[in-house]
């Protein structure tokens, strides 16, 4: 499991992420997200982050 999990930290800490646009406050699925993020990211990818983030504060609720 170790190795599995050491991808996590190939990405650099940032202001939001995956994990912070949803409301579920779990160690297994911020895991999961993380790693599914460094498996797949890409300059769409972080602006389809960003705008979601953006839109938190207009539509009132968490987006997935």
């Known amino acids: 499991?170790?190795?599995k999990y050491s991808g996590r930290w190939h990405a650099k800490p940032?202001?939001?992420g995956i994990s912070?646009?949803?409301k579920v406050c779990d160690a297994a699925i911020?895991?999961?997200n993380d790693l599914y993020y460094v498996e797949?990211?890409?300059?769409v990818f972080d602006l389809t982050i960003i705008v979601k983030?953006?839109?938190i504060p207009f539509i009132g609720k968490h987006t997935n």
């Open 1 to 3: 499991d170790e190795l």
């Open 14 to 16: 940032g202001v939001t």
């Open 20 to 22: 912070q646009l949803s």
């Open 30 to 32: 911020t895991m999961k």
């Open 40 to 43: 797949n990211r890409s300059i």
């Open 53 to 55: 983030t953006l839109l």
